[in-house]
């Protein structure tokens, strides 16, 4: 056993307040960066998050606690020896036998077993990170949810998982562990349970063990939980990858038997009464988790209408997205080309146009009209110039109301999806340009998130944000070709290679500076 401990935390499945000011307290007290304690303290399964002397690791632990975090310390121990290979099944009475090639080990009928059921191949990893991708695209941050338990065991055991058994004892430790590969071993020996499914003979040996152990603790974190030496290597960093994610299932598998046997006596006793004790590790048998997950889903089904979907972003509005509000500043480009047209395509106007010219050269009046132009222009400038700096930031929670300047985050306030990258955002824009083989790229069609509101938080409050008609400079700019749209944006002409998109997007969290007018929203 090592004389270091470690602070294991049971991580959030998305970020709250309580977790924000944990983060600012981590940074101020211990100096843990914010961004490493955010990825240890949000997501799916167990992480570390500070290893130290033993006895030094307290305060921080009960720190933890008081932010809603569930948190156990624990003197990791060295493994012994790996999991021993197991072919061959054998069911009695009063225990399970397991040999071939190793020498005959056994499952006694009430003990204490800890499953580990992991995936080495990684697909369990890139679902879950597509799932929580997909949910904050299209619901935003407070809609992220994590697979349930049985959720993740189904997904595990389609991969073609390893199974990693161990027998604990209180006072010994890890009595015996085994190793049972899917496919690899004799379903003969599983009697009339077995079948042609190499899963589905796994998954029977899973109940099998869970009917024969008194107290059956399940985990299918392996892959997703932040902990030393656990970390799931893919097929493409090699041939040794199988042989090191197996090292790292052996670490993982005596990790969790740490925790199972360190617990205090307390969460002991829970462990007895079929509590779980942490998110992935279902210490009660199989039945009854699968009877828990029932009545979950039926109370989720007899739940008032919108109870479920509460935290859902919903869906831009139509109005919002269409409206244009025509100002001074676009009714005065198209009346001037209007009058521009109407003077060209008229009678005798070239004539016009050179007498106007010349008598404005010779009286002087066109330049004067040019420089009275520019010094207007100049002034504008100016003024905006001296406007932006004198005008001091405001703190959302304390801003009056007139013209003020803020600065803060972009937060959704609809389920906004850029239609090129399909990627969640507060605003964009999207044009499509046509080459001209004399002109080059020409502009034929725009379209953006026109008067969708977002909100901006400055961690003292937030303020509604509606961008129509507001001059919107976003740093994000991305350019593709026919056929690399996203699925809501179609190709009009197919694969041509004289179009393209251009797509500027505000992403949702990025750090945005809002000078305007504020108003009471009505």
């Given amino acids: 056993m090592s004389d270091t401990d470690y602070l294991i935390v049971v991580r959030s499945p998305s970020e709250n307040d309580e977790i924000r000011n944990l983060l600012t307290l981590l940074g101020d007290k211990y100096q843990i960066d914010s961004f490493t304690a955010r990825q240890r303290l949000v997501g799916r399964g167990l992480a570390l998050l500070a290893r130290s002397e033993p006895g030094k690791l307290t305060g921080l632990a009960e720190l933890v606690g008081q932010h809603g975090i569930e948190s156990h310390i624990i003197r990791p121990t060295t493994p012994s020896h790996a999991p021993f290979r197991v072919r061959q099944v054998t069911i009695c009475d009063d225990y399970l036998e397991f040999s071939d090639p190793a020498e005959p080990l056994r499952i006694e009928r009430g003990c204490r077993v800890l499953a580990v059921l992991a995936d080495l191949s990684g697909r369990i990893v890139s679902k879950n990170l597509s799932q929580l991708m997909v949910q904050n695209t299209y619901r935003g941050m407070a809609g992220i949810s994590?697979?349930?338990?049985?959720?993740?065991?189904?997904?595990?055991?389609?991969?073609?998982?390893?199974?990693?058994?161990?027998?604990?004892?209180?006072?010994?430790?890890?009595?015996?562990?085994?190793?049972?590969?899917?496919g690899g071993f004799n379903p003969q020996g599983l009697g009339e349970r077995g079948s042609l499914s190499s899963t589905g003979n796994m998954e029977q040996l899973l109940n099998l063990v869970g009917e024969y152990a008194g107290e059956f603790i399940l985990n299918c974190d392996f892959g997703l939980a932040l902990l030393p030496g656990c970390q799931l290597?893919?097929?493409?960093?090699?041939?040794?990858?199988?042989?090191?994610?197996?090292?790292?299932?052996?670490?993982?598998?005596?990790?969790?038997?740490d925790l199972v046997l360190q617990k205090k006596a307390p969460e002991d006793s829970q462990l007895g009464a079929g509590i779980s004790a942490f998110p992935g590790i279902s210490a009660f048998p199989l039945h009854e988790v699968i009877r828990e997950e029932i009545g979950k889903d039926d109370e989720?089904?007899?739940?008032?209408?919108?109870?479920?979907?509460?935290?859902?972003?919903?869906?831009?509005?139509?109005?919002?997205?269409?409206?244009?509000?025509?100002?001074?500043?676009?009714?005065?480009?198209?009346?001037?080309?209007?009058?521009?047209?109407?003077?060209?395509?008229?009678?005798?106007?070239?004539?016009?146009?050179?007498?106007v010219f010349y008598a404005g050269l010779r009286t002087g009046a066109l330049p004067a009209l040019l420089s009275a132009a520019l010094f207007v222009g100049g002034f504008y400038c100016l003024r905006r110039k001296r406007l932006i700096e004198n005008t001091p930031t405001s703190r959302i929670r304390s801003m009056a109301m007139g013209m003020v300047e803020l600065h803060g985050r972009a937060r959704r306030k609809y389920?906004?999806?850029?239609?090129?990258?399909?990627?969640?955002?507060?605003?964009?824009?999207?044009?499509?340009?046509r080459r001209n083989r004399k002109s080059g790229w020409q502009l034929f069609r725009q379209s953006d998130s026109g008067a969708v509101p977002f909100l901006l938080d400055d961690g003292t409050g937030a303020v509604t944000i509606n961008p129509d008609?507001?001059?919107?400079r976003a740093r994000v700019r991305q350019e593709g070709f026919p056929g690399q749209e996203g699925l809501m944006v179609p190709s009009w002409s197919g694969t041509d290679p004289d179009e393209k998109w251009v797509e500027e997007v505000i992403h949702e969290g990025t750090s945005l500076y809002v000078l305007g007018t504020a108003r009471p929203l009505k």
């Fill in 300 to 355: 989720a089904s007899s739940a008032p209408e919108g109870e479920s979907d509460k935290v859902t972003l919903p869906p831009p509005p139509e109005q919002a997205l269409s409206s244009r509000r025509w100002s001074w500043r676009r009714f005065l480009p198209v009346a001037v080309a209007v009058i521009a047209g109407a003077g060209v395509f008229s009678q005798g106007a070239h004539q016009l146009i050179g007498k």
């Fill in 233 to 257: 290597r893919r097929s493409e960093d090699g041939d040794d990858a199988r042989t090191a994610n197996l090292k790292a299932l052996t670490r993982y598998g005596w990790l969790m038997s």
């Fill in 469 to 472: 008609g507001a001059r919107v």
């Fill in 146 to 182: 994590s697979m349930t338990d049985l959720e993740l065991k189904k997904e595990v055991l389609r991969s073609h998982p390893v199974l990693d058994l161990y027998v604990l004892d209180k006072k010994q430790g890890v009595v015996t562990a085994l190793r049972l590969l899917t």
């Fill in 415 to 433: 389920a906004l999806v850029s239609p090129a990258t399909q990627t969640a955002c507060v605003w964009y824009r999207l044009r499509r340009y």
